[in-house]
DNA sequence: ATTCAACCTGGT
DNA sequence: CCAGGTTGAA
């Protein structure tokens, strides 16, 4: 069935199983356009917003209701007759079971990490629909080369500023709201792109920092080891296959592959382990994962200054999650990552109390792009007022107040 | 084998 | 000083 007033298909899925507003926003993917939808007051679950994404050779438009994604296809030629357009909606439904993993339980997942873990049940009702995107390989190395010692908005500004730069635009399609604006959507460009000799100096200009030349010089390597282009202008280049090709290997083989990279470390490699190459255990450690380990799952370390990832630390803090939430472990750390992830707390779920709320003046300052979830999602009956400066997590450990103003202080 | 400063840039 | 770190040299 398609909607022939606006192109769309739906694809029935409850909401439980994927939330795009959180999945397609919290930091797995940087390349994600949301576009706000004016809401239909009629529809009490009329979608509030569309999200796009430029594949190689069309663009993704999805929409969400309670119980359907909504998808459509747009591609540069003009005009596609009915035939071509069911053919090409075919092929997006199946890369979208393929991306967003469909074949997946996660409301069995989410059971199974409950019961497992205090913690996660605590959040599990107001982060639901976190789930693991199987994202291209290539375009999540570099994006995670950019992430490093970086935050998201930058992330996703170079992310964005690659795309730009380094492939042509493949089409411009009017913004959702019926403001008449176009936006122009690029593909992630190929590795051979990147490789280009001036790439880095260029990149350096764009903002890129030291950073700079490690996209470059990775871009290089895969290209002088696995060539360019092959003949046919519109496939994968044969580095970009041979990346997808560590999908059928170990981790640790894999991850042996991708260390050698550079700007590549253990995080970064773990990243794409989880993210695109299948590896459903593995839990990236970053200090913000550290933090949580420390405050929530006994791990030692101080909650002041900033410790050294050492190896060994890494490792353990690795196995601790795995005993904790077994072998979708790197899944159930997304739904705690993003639980904290203040960049997410503004999607626009209304505030339940008045945002008059003053004192929070003198809070500490946390570190990283954490905020207090609590103030604007619905609120458990069992933690009142002083939620205004907990996080996710937080509440979910039970402290007193006071406790978690004591854990809070640093230096 | 371990520890540690330096690294680009932008935000608090 | 910190951001979803990595590198190269003590």
């Not at 789930?131 to 490093?148: A, G, V």
């Not at 280049?237 to 700007?263: M, N, Y």
């Not at 190459?277 to 002041?304: E, F, R």
Request: charged content about 25%; proline content about 8%; glycine content about 4%.
């Amino acid at each position: 069935m398609t909607c022939s007033s606006t192109g769309f298909r739906a694809l029935p899925l409850p909401i439980i199983q994927l939330s795009l507003a959180a999945v397609l926003k919290c930091g797995q993917s940087f390349r994600w356009t949301a576009y706000p939808l004016k809401l239909d007051p009629e529809d009490a679950s009329s979608p509030t917003h569309e999200y796009r994404f430029c594949l190689r050779d069309r663009v993704v438009c999805l929409r969400q209701t309670a119980t359907n994604i909504l998808y459509r296809t747009v591609q540069p030629d003009p005009q596609p007759n009915a035939n071509q357009q069911e053919l090409r909606d075919a092929q997006t439904l199946l890369w979208l079971k393929d991306y967003f993993q469909l074949d997946v339980d996660l409301a069995l997942l989410y059971e199974e990490w409950g019961s497992r873990d205090k913690v996660f049940l605590s959040i599990q009702d107001r982060f639901s629909g976190i789930r693991m995107l199987r994202q291209d390989p290539w375009e999540n190395l570099i994006s995670f080369i950019c992430s490093s010692n970086n935050n998201i908005s930058r992330i996703t500004k170079m992310v964005q500023s690659l795309s730009k730069e380094y492939s042509p635009p493949l089409l411009s399609l009017p913004t959702p709201d019926g403001s008449g604006v176009k936006d122009t959507y690029h593909p992630f460009p190929p590795p051979s792109a990147l490789a280009h000799p001036d790439v880095s100096a260029r990149l350096r200009s764009l903002g890129f920092g030291y950073r700079a030349e490690f996209i470059h010089r990775t871009a290089k390597m895969l290209v002088e080891t696995h060539g360019d282009s092959i003949q046919p202008q519109d496939s994968d280049e044969p580095s970009e296959q041979w990346l997808r090709t560590l999908r059928d290997i170990s981790t640790e083989d894999a991850r042996a592959e991708l260390l050698k990279f550079v700007g590549v470390g253990r995080k970064v490699a773990d990243c794409v382990l989880l993210m695109s190459l299948d590896k459903t255990d593995v839990v990236p450690v970053d200090t913000h994962v550290h933090q949580i380990a420390i405050k929530h799952y006994g791990m030692k370390g101080s909650t002041k200054g900033k410790m050294n990832m050492t190896p060994k630390l890494y490792e353990e803090l690795c196995t601790k999650f795995v005993q904790v939430w077994g072998k979708y472990a790197g899944w159930a750390h997304s739904v705690l990552f993003t639980s904290d992830l203040k960049s997410f707390a503004l999607h626009g779920i209304p505030q339940p109390n008045s945002p008059l709320s003053s004192p929070v003046k003198n809070r500490k300052k946390r570190s990283r792009e954490m905020t207090d979830l609590v103030r604007i999602l619905p609120t458990p009956p069992s933690t009142p007022s002083v939620s205004e400066s907990a996080t996710a997590t937080e509440i979910a450990c039970n402290l007193s107040p006071a406790e978690r103003v004591k854990k809070r202080i640093r230096k």
